[in-house]
Nanobody
Framework: QVQLVESGGGLVQAGASLRLSCAVS????????MGWFRQAPGKEREFVAH????????YYTDSVKGRFTISRDNARNTVSLQMNNLKPEDTAVYYC??????????????????WGQGTQVTVSS
């Protein structure tokens, strides 16, 4: 059974950095794409970044390009999201998701079959 557990959220001021981690377990993830999504109050869950576990290829939503970096650690079975220069509009619950299959990149949350419980990120101005 696939399990994803996020950690690393918190309350920071604008311009600060945070690093989110997602511990993954349950199977080999070489055939998965791992994604970070976020959901602000009253809004739908939205794509932030994803990474193909097998080769580390990545994609980002435009609003975080140059500020956020997604990575994976094969030895520790973790996926991380380094967030720099945080802005108040980054405030949301951040979720780690996993999707089996690496042929197509999807940004829709509905395409991801596994989710963690989420971690809150709050950025004050």
């Amino acid at each position: 059974q696939v399990q994803l557990v996020e950690s690393g959220g918190g309350l920071v001021q604008a311009g600060a950095s945070l690093r989110l981690s997602c511990a993954v377990s349950g199977r080999a993830f070489v055939s998965y794409i791992m994604g970070w999504f976020r959901q602000a109050p009253g809004k739908e869950r939205e794509f932030v970044a994803h990474i193909r576990w097998s080769d580390g290829a990545t994609y980002y939503t435009d609003s975080v390009k140059g500020r956020f970096t997604i990575s994976r650690d094969n030895a520790r079975n973790t996926v991380s999201l380094q967030m720099n220069n945080l802005k108040p509009e980054d405030t949301a619950v951040y979720y780690c998701g996993a999707r089996y299959g690496t042929a197509t990149w999807y940004r829709e949350p509905s395409k991801y079959g596994y989710w963690g419980q989420g971690t809150q990120v709050t950025v004050s101005s």
